[in-house]
């Protein structure tokens, strides 16, 4: 157990409709990052928070929004649904700041949509 | 931005046989270097970090190598066995404010038995 919690581990749901996905992460890490991993393809970035902050995004679509909450805990939105949105999410976290430290990855929410 | 380059792809080798992963990263100021091995539907975990200031570090049958200079690194897989068949992804780190985390495009090990 990586200690970051993802729930739900699995969500079906129909195009157009809107998902939230949550994070736990790790006690103790402040960064929190999201990544897209489609059927057989590499860990696609779409965003990076540090301590409530947003710090990086990469590939997200304007659909997809996410925050960090004073808690820490993370949440990841995505609206306006289409098939090609069928993929695995996961969270990672890390101690961040200006230390490096490993980043630990949640198991993931396989979203289907349909 | 940091990029970073993973080859190959895909790499097949018999049982027993070593395996041999390389990444080459762009930005010189990246100075944390972790592993990662992910079993299919399952998460990447992380297996084996090298930090800037060591050249190798290894872990039983698992090695890293890292060229500071040609900004590159290595994963080395020794005596491979089935269980070692997984994705394989690498990524650069640089701190400095907030950590700044670059992944690569994966390498797929297959080990036939």
């Known amino acids: 157990d990586s200690g970051v919690t993802q729930t739900p581990k699995h969500l079906i749901t129909a195009t157009g409709q809107r998902v939230t996905l949550r994070c736990s992460p790790r006690s103790g890490d402040l960064s929190v990052y999201w990544y897209q991993q489609s059927l057989d393809q590499g860990l696609q970035f779409l965003i990076q928070?540090?301590?409530?902050?947003?710090?990086a995004k990469g590939n997200i679509l304007e659909r997809f929004s996410a925050q960090q909450f004073p808690d820490l805990h993370s949440e990841l939105n995505l609206s306006s649904l289409e098939l090609g949105d069928s993929a695995l999410y996961f969270c990672a976290s890390s101690v961040g700041g200006s230390y490096n430290s490993p980043i630990h990855f949640g198991n993931g929410t396989r979203l289907t949509v349909t | 931005g940091e990029n970073v380059e993973q080859h190959p792809s895909t790499l097949s080798v018999q049982e027993g046989d070593s395996a041999v992963i390389k990444c080459t990263y762009s930005d010189s100021a990246s100075n944390y270097f972790p592993w990662y091995k992910q079993e299919l539907g399952k998460r990447p975990q992380l297996i084996i970090d090298?930090?800037?200031?060591?050249g190798e570090k290894k872990d039983q049958r698992i090695a890293v190598t890292l060229n500071k200079t040609a900004k590159h690194f290595s994963l080395h897989i020794t005596e491979t066995q089935p269980e070692d068949s997984a994705v394989y992804f690498c990524a650069a780190s640089k701190s400095g404010g907030y950590q700044k985390v670059t992944f690569g495009t994966g390498t797929k090990l297959q080990v036939i038995p």
């Open positions: 928070y540090y301590n409530g902050e947003e710090r």
């Open positions: 090298i930090r800037s200031n060591v």
